[in-house]
């Protein structure tokens, strides 16, 4: 397996100064320090809290993008695609992509404007949801209720657990199966 980028090595070291010290903590200071880089070396990539915080907001959609790129071309499955990038098949107590869910969210707290790639990102979901051969209506219905489970789960709001979670998701897949056959 080929080593982190210093690009990525940085990006993990900001997740982690956000997950264990908080949103205030981010500083550059912190992440050059817990990547055990010098500031220069973290300034030459990222020469300020925003344009980290937008890389990992970059990174986060470009993983999911990457997941979705997976789907078929069968009616539904770009919704398919979206809800097997979003929940896991299984109840885990984390998913590895939280921990960078929650720095970048942490991130748009720092800068609520990094918001804004994360908003077209979602609207070019959207409008592919709304293209995926089934009703729009139904793909958007899914689609909100994956992005709330997935809100669910980062805040740690009560979610599904062991059992409950499976047969959730199955639902949701069987939703998708109804609306490609109407």
Do not use: C, N
Request: charged letters at 25%; proline letters at 6%.
């Amino acid at each position: 397996m080929p080593r982190p980028s210093s690009k990525d090595r940085l990006l993990d070291a900001a997740a982690d100064v956000l997950l264990s010290d908080g949103a205030e903590s981010l500083t550059l200071e912190a992440v050059a320090k817990r990547a055990g880089v010098s500031k220069g070396g973290l300034f030459y990539h990222f020469p300020t809290k925003q344009a980290l915080a937008a890389a990992m907001i970059e990174r986060l959609t470009k993983a999911f993008d990457d997941a979705l790129a997976e789907a078929g071309d069968r009616p539904g499955d770009f919704l398919r695609a979206y809800v097997r990038a979003t929940i896991p098949e299984r109840h885990t107590t984390t998913a590895p992509a939280d921990r960078v869910t929650a720095a970048l969210l942490a991130g748009v707290l720092v800068d609520p404007a990094g918001l804004a790639p994360l908003r077209e990102r979602f609207a070019a979901w959207q409008a592919r949801l709304a293209d995926d051969g089934i009703d729009p209506a139904a793909a958007t219905a899914v689609r909100l209720a994956v992005d709330g489970w997935w809100a669910v789960r980062l805040l740690g709001l009560s979610e599904p657990g062991p059992g409950l979670h499976e047969r959730t998701r199955d639902h949701l897949m069987e939703a998708i199966d109804r609306a490609a056959h109407h």
